[in-house]
Nanobody
Framework: QVQLVESGGGLVQAGGSLRLACGVSRGTFSTYTMGWFRQAPGLEREFVASINWNGVTTYYADSVKGRFTISRDNAKNTMYLQMNSLKPEDTAVYFC???????????????WGQGTQVTVSS
């Protein structure tokens, strides 16, 4: 079974940066389309960004465009999310996921990590 482990979360002041990582094991990472989601307290889990197997195709939520960058290193079986210009509303638990791109949209499947907490103070 595919296993995903997120890391890199923490506490940062507004305007700061963090880089999240998602390590994948027990699977063929280089063939996977991957995504990041986040969930704030009391809210539904929402899409953040996704990337196809070779990094050529990426999608972003409007709320993070221009601030976040998704990338991957297939040699290290790891996906990243560089988060710049962080805002308090970015505070959430961030999850990585294996999924697929269909008609310009990302669809998650049932492989999820345990999440990493990102807290942005004002």
């Amino acid at each position: 079974q595919v296993q995903l482990v997120e890391s890199g979360g923490g506490l940062v002041q507004a305007g700061g940066s963090l880089r999240l990582a998602c390590g994948v094991s027990r699977g063929t990472f280089s063939t996977y389309t991957m995504g990041w989601f986040r969930q704030a307290p009391g809210l539904e889990r929402e899409f953040v960004a996704s990337i196809n197997w070779n990094g050529v195709t990426t999608y972003y939520a409007d709320s993070v465009k221009g601030r976040f960058t998704i990338s991957r290193d297939n040699a290290k079986n790891t996906m990243y999310l560089q988060m710049n210009s962080l805002k308090p509303e970015d505070t959430a638990v961030y999850f990585c996921n294996v999924g697929s791109h269909v008609s310009g949209k990302y669809y998650p499947n049932y492989y999820w990590g345990q999440g990493t907490q990102v807290t942005v103070s004002s």
